[in-house]
């Protein structure tokens, strides 16, 4: 059984920086994709940014060039640096895994996490 735990989030003014970690237990965390989708208040889960097991890496165009996400294999976790935040991307942001190539699409992946809450306030 895989198992994921996120990290990192929390109430930071518009602006500001918050680092997100996903933990991952259970499977051959080097050979997944990891990815980390959102959810928005009365809205539904998106696409935030993901990583292939390569490294390759894939961002949603709201977020592009703002957030990195990055991966350390060695300590089975993923990265979501988020810089420049603002009001829009309050929302609880959940990580990922599935197997094979990257994907935007929720329902590809296969494991998830609790979630973490991250609250962008002006």
């Known amino acids: 059984q895989v198992q994921l735990v996120e990290s990192g989030g929390g109430l930071v003014q518009v602006g500001g920086s918050l680092r997100l970690s996903c933990t991952a237990s259970?499977?051959?965390?080097?050979?997944?994709?990891m990815g980390w989708f959102r959810q928005a208040p009365g809205k539904e889960r998106e696409f935030v940014a993901c990583i292939t097991w390569f490294t390759g890496t894939y961002y949603a165009d709201s977020v592009k060039g703002r957030f990195t996400i990055s991966r350390d294999n060695a300590k089975n976790t993923v990265y979501l640096q988020m810089n420049s935040l603002k009001l829009e991307d309050t929302a609880v942001y959940y990580c990922?895994?599935?197997?094979?190539?990257?994907?935007?699409?929720?329902?590809?992946?296969?494991?998830w996490g609790q979630g973490t809450q991250v609250t962008v306030s002006s």
């Open positions: 990922g895994a599935k197997y094979g190539s990257w994907s935007r699409i929720g329902s590809d992946y296969d494991y």
């Open positions: 259970g499977r051959a965390f080097s050979s997944s994709t």
